[in-house]
Structures are given as structure tokens and as C-alpha cells.
């Protein structure tokens, strides 16, 4: 079960005239904070990320979960694969967040899914504060050269099952400086649907920030 939120607020994130709902979680004895970019045709409201944002709660781990898109953005296919418009959008969250005194001064990291994983890392090459990046199913390649720039500790998630996605992340974890890592999941498929995927991703997610954050 997740522990109860000390703080429950949502924020609005403007970007270029939009206004992008998310939600703010801090658990008790908070010390970190992670932001959530996620995927094509998936929302703040994505019951993959929340259950991995619970975990982390639990962990002591606040988490943001937003909207990159509004909803007439979102039916666009064009927008949901323009990386360098998720990562500014996500950029703007950063700053967002920044600005409420509960979460100023902690330490930050950036949880991505599909296309929102690229997202995560062109913004981490920018901003070599950010202290983690997790990617779930990610589609890191879509990073381009902005992959040769990100600083952050960098764990790869994928399903043993989703072979392209696999082979596109063992290409761009090679071309990753800093520390990293790829797990695969035995048996998971590019949704991490099967019985025991995502809390294995949850798990897998919680380590990594609980190490990178506290560094």
C-alpha cells in the first residue's frame, strides 16, 4: 500500500500558451524528486507510471507526473514524436517545480516512457544538474546526439520480448559516457503487462534513485 502523501497539489506547467496539468506528490522525509516524461498515447493519468510513482513514494521520493501534451497536441502523431518539444515541455516541469519551496532544493530525476524517454535525456544533456534518468520501454535513440552529452546516471528498462526496442537501447547505452546500466526483463512485452513486469520495473527504478539521488 502507499504511504500517504505529506503534500498533494496539482500544478499547472505553461509552455508557449499551453497549460499542462500535473500532479505533485511529497512523501514524508522526502529527499528527491522525480519527474515523469511519459510515452505516445499516454498521459499523466498513465496507470504504469502511477504505480511506479507509488513506489517510489513509498521510497521517499516525490514524484510530478504532468501532461507533455494537451489534448488536441496529443492526437497529432507529428507531436507526439517531436523529442525536442517533450524535452522543452519537460524542461519547463523542471523549472515548474522549482519554484514551490518544498521541492526547490532536491535533488532531481527524470522517469521516461517511449518517446518520452528520449524526452528525459536531450533534457538531462541540458542540464547536468539533473542527478538520474530511468527509462521504461524507452526509445532512447530518438535522443540522437544528445546522448553523447547526458551526464545523469542512466538505467535502461526494457522487455526481453520487445526485440527491436532491445536492440535499439543496446545501441544507445553504448554510446552513453557516463554510468549506466541496461535490464532486460525476462518474458515482458513493451508495455510491461505481464504479471510481475512492472513492479520489477518499479523495483528496478526505486534502486537506481535511491542511489543516484542521495549521491
Not at 101 to 125: H, I, K, R
Not at 192 to 198: D, K, M, R, S, V
Amino acid at each position: 500500500m502507499s504511504a500517504p502523501a505529506a503534500i498533494d497539489r496539482e500544478l499547472i506547467v505553461s509552455d508557449g500558451g499551453h497549460d499542462l496539468p500535473g500532479r505533485l506528490r511529497l512523501p514524508p522525509g522526502v529527499h528527491g524528486l522525480v519527474l515523469f516524461a511519459h510515452g505516445s498515447g499516454s498521459s499523466r493519468l498513465s496507470p504504469r507510471n502511477r504505480q511506479v510513482a507509488a513506489v517510489l513514494e513509498d521510497a521517499g521520493v516525490a514524484t510530478f507526473l504532468f501532461d507533455l501534451l494537451d489534448e488536441v497536441e496529443a492526437a497529432d502523431r507529428r507531436l507526439v514524436f517531436d523529442v525536442g518539444l517533450l524535452a522543452r515541455r519537460l524542461l519547463a516541469a523542471t523549472d515548474r517545480v522549482a519554484d514551490e519551496p518544498e521541492t526547490e532544493t532536491l535533488p532531481v530525476g527524470y522517469f521516461g516512457a517511449s518517446t518520452g524517454a528520449a524526452a528525459a535525456l536531450v533534457a538531462a544533456a541540458e542540464r547536468p544538474v539533473i542527478a538520474a534518468v530511468v527509462s521504461r520501454g524507452g526509445r532512447p535513440d530518438l535522443a540522437s546526439e544528445a546522448l553523447g552529452r547526458v551526464r545523469a546516471p542512466t538505467l535502461l528498462i526494457v522487455g526481453g520480448r520487445d526485440v527491436e526496442v532491445l536492440d535499439l537501447n543496446r545501441r544507445a547505452l553504448a554510446r552513453l559516457p557516463g554510468e549506466k546500466r541496461l535490464e532486460v526483463i525476462p518474458g515482458a512485452t513493451h508495455l510491461f503487462e505481464e504479471p510481475g513486469a512492472i513492479e520489477r520495473v518499479a523495483e528496478l527504478a526505486a534502486g537506481w534513485f535511491a542511489r543516484s539521488l542521495a549521491a
